[in-house]
């Protein structure tokens, strides 16, 4: 009887492994998707300079002399 039992609990011990596995490997996948969606937005987003370019071409910055 005791081998049955140890044999059950292993079972449930390599269920318990397999399914933390699994928990671990979805939320690695899911922490790299982010990283990379927030990778994308970052190149797709204009610069800071781009932002403030006036359409003549030139900068909008208070250095401007006149």
């Known amino acids: 009887m005791y081998r049955r039992e140890k044999l059950g609990?292993?079972?449930e011990e390599v269920k318990?492994?397999?399914a933390?596995?699994?928990i671990v490997e979805t939320?690695?996948?899911q922490a790299v998707q982010q990283v990379y969606q927030e990778?994308?937005?970052e190149q797709?987003?204009?610069s800071?300079?781009?932002e403030r370019q006036l359409p003549d071409?030139?900068?909008n910055t208070n250095n401007d002399k006149k």
């Open 27 to 29: 939320a690695i996948l």
């Open 57 to 59: 071409g030139k900068c």
């Open 9 to 11: 609990k292993d079972l």
């Open 16 to 18: 318990i492994q397999n």
């Open 39 to 41: 990778d994308e937005k």
């Open 44 to 46: 797709n987003k204009p």
């Open 20 to 22: 933390s596995k699994q």
């Open 48 to 50: 800071s300079r781009a």
